[in-house]
């Protein structure tokens, strides 16, 4: 089954401590991207990815960082997370966003809480 | 740079129309919609390219406006399972250009 998948699904942390949330597609997509959604602000794009070993910031990269060493795997790194990085984080692929003619696939999310 | 979507709320009874707008200030190549209903996470509804097409999923439609960098997503006959929030994501230009999706339009259809 084509899926993206996210974990952990629920994550409670406390401030500075490091954290990964992780992110896996078996579709061969080439584009991979994190977003956050915070209440009235939509979905904002923190890094994305074109394809292996490429990766770029978005409009929110501050506190994070990511790696593609393999083309299926797009971990989230929190290297010292803060409160006002609590959010729901969504990974996304896409075969690619070189042509925008396809869909974005999400993951069922992330809902981190720092305290 | 984020396109503006409006209405930001709306509710509607069952079999009611919607037409929720998504603008730009910069020229479009693409504009994708998606929706998500309360706890998941968005799916993809529909992609619309430059060119002005008209496009159709099941009694939701969208088209595109090139000129006035604009598109209108419509639910018609609305069904309780149309409820989320529904957002639009936008593309400038063709080549290495992510989607910037805008804040999002809550609709809520009640029995």
């Known amino acids: 089954e084509a899926q993206v998948t996210q974990n952990p699904r629920y994550l409670i942390t406390v401030t500075g401590k490091k954290l990964t949330v992780t992110c896996s597609q078996n579709?061969?997509?080439?584009?991979m991207s994190w977003y956050r959604q915070d209440p009235g602000l939509g979905l904002r794009q923190i890094y994305y990815?074109?394809?292996?070993?490429?990766?770029d910031k978005g409009d929110v990269p501050e506190g994070y960082k990511v790696s593609r060493k393999e083309k299926r795997n797009f971990p989230l790194i929190l290297e010292s997370p803060s409160p006002n990085q609590t959010s729901l984080y969504f990974c996304?692929?896409?075969?690619?966003?070189?042509?925008?003619?396809?869909?974005?696939?999400f993951g069922s999310g992330t809902r981190l809480t720092v305290v | 740079q984020q396109p503006v979507q409006s209405p930001q709320a709306v509710i509607l009874r069952e079999g009611e129309d919607a037409v929720i707008n998504c603008s730009s200030s910069?020229?479009?190549?693409?504009v994708h919609w998606y929706r998500q209903k309360h706890g998941e996470a968005p799916v993809f509804l529909m992609i619309l390219l430059k060119g002005g097409e008209q496009k159709g999923h099941d009694k939701i439609s969208a088209s595109f406006n090139e000129k006035k960098q604009q598109s209108s997503l419509y639910l018609t006959a609305s069904q309780l399972s149309y409820s989320g929030t529904y957002f639009c994501g936008t593309a400038g230009r063709v080549g290495n250009t992510p989607l910037v999706f805008g804040k999002g339009t809550r609709l809520s259809v009640i029995a």
């Open positions: 579709m061969n997509h080439e584009y």
């Open positions: 910069k020229a479009l190549y693409s």
């Open positions: 990815s074109m394809n292996v070993e490429v990766t």
């Open positions: 996304a692929t896409s075969l690619s966003a070189g042509l925008p003619n396809y869909g974005y696939t």
